[in-house]
């Protein structure tokens, strides 16, 4: 009998290092940047995202320690305040109204009611001008009549607590109007508009004068959203980490696949 010779085709098919689950691992240029991409995009999202949720614990410490801290004179702290840092703080600041200057900030809703925020600029000893927000009263049956909420006359002691009026709000075309009815309460807006030198922090009023105006004051706990933002955060990552496996799963060698039927 002939000897066998073997196959030099099969022994290069079936041995040949060229063959190797190693080798044969050529990820696709398109569908690599692509899941680059989407993993790069994920991960700044849930980057934000923690950020974001940071900030908000910073706030809500912040809140709590001013719940429990001693009430800071007004006429004490300098033009060059940070007043962010005071946000929530208690605070007294003691001035005459101007009630000739007061404003409403509209669609304000009160146990189901709609009606308005009555601000009031109060003037300072010192020449500053701060924004109250002596609190909410009910709209009339028509919105061409004012509800009727004169400020105290004389000198007033206003007891409350420092808010800072959010920079950026959505406007549905710019407010022109120099009337009494405002969309949102803006120090530097109605500052240029009057040219008093308001503060950029407003005083939200928790106590009622004598005698008690009938405004409503209750200000409730914000909502800082701190578990939204974890959980917004946590499905960022998720979808990085998933972009991240179907692109592992799809360029897995092909016996790893011929192996998975």
């Not at 007004?74 to 101007?98: C, F, K």
């Not at 049956?141 to 950026?168: C, K, N, T, Y």
């Not at 914000?222 to 917004?232: K, L, S």
Request: with cysteine; aromatic share 8%.
């Amino acid at each position: 009998m002939r000897p066998t010779m073997p196959n030099p085709l099969s022994a290069t098919h079936e041995g040949s290092p060229a063959d190797s689950p190693a080798r044969r691992f050529r990820p696709r240029l398109v569908p690599t940047l692509a899941a680059l991409a989407a993993v790069a995009v994920c991960v700044a999202a849930g980057n934000w995202q923690r950020d974001r949720m940071h900030a908000k614990e910073s706030l809500r410490r912040q809140y709590d320690a001013a719940a429990t801290a001693a009430p800071v004179a007004l006429a004490s702290l300098p033009a060059a305040t940070d007043w962010p840092s005071l946000r929530y703080r208690p605070v007294v600041a003691t001035g005459e109204y101007l009630a000739d200057r007061q404003i409403f900030i509209d669609n304000k809703v009160a146990a189901g009611r709609a009606g308005f925020h009555v601000v009031t600029p109060l003037s300072l000893a010192d020449g500053r001008v701060v924004l109250v927000n002596r609190g909410w009263i009910a709209q009339k049956s028509s919105r061409a009549v004012l509800p009727d909420a004169p400020p105290p006359p004389g000198v007033a002691a206003v007891h409350g607590r420092i808010a800072i009026p959010a920079a950026g709000y959505l406007e549905l075309k710019p407010e022109t109007s120099s009337g009494p009815i405002r969309q949102n309460l803006d120090p530097a807006r109605f500052a240029a508009a009057t040219g008093l030198a308001a503060l950029p922090a407003v005083i939200e009023a928790t106590a009622a004068p004598a005698p008690d105006d009938g405004l409503l004051r209750e200000w409730p706990a914000p909502d800082f959203g701190i578990e939204t933002h974890r959980i917004y955060m946590v499905q960022w990552y998720a979808f990085a980490l998933l972009a991240a496996a179907l692109w592992f799963w799809f360029h897995r060698p092909r016996a790893a696949r011929d192996g998975h039927g």
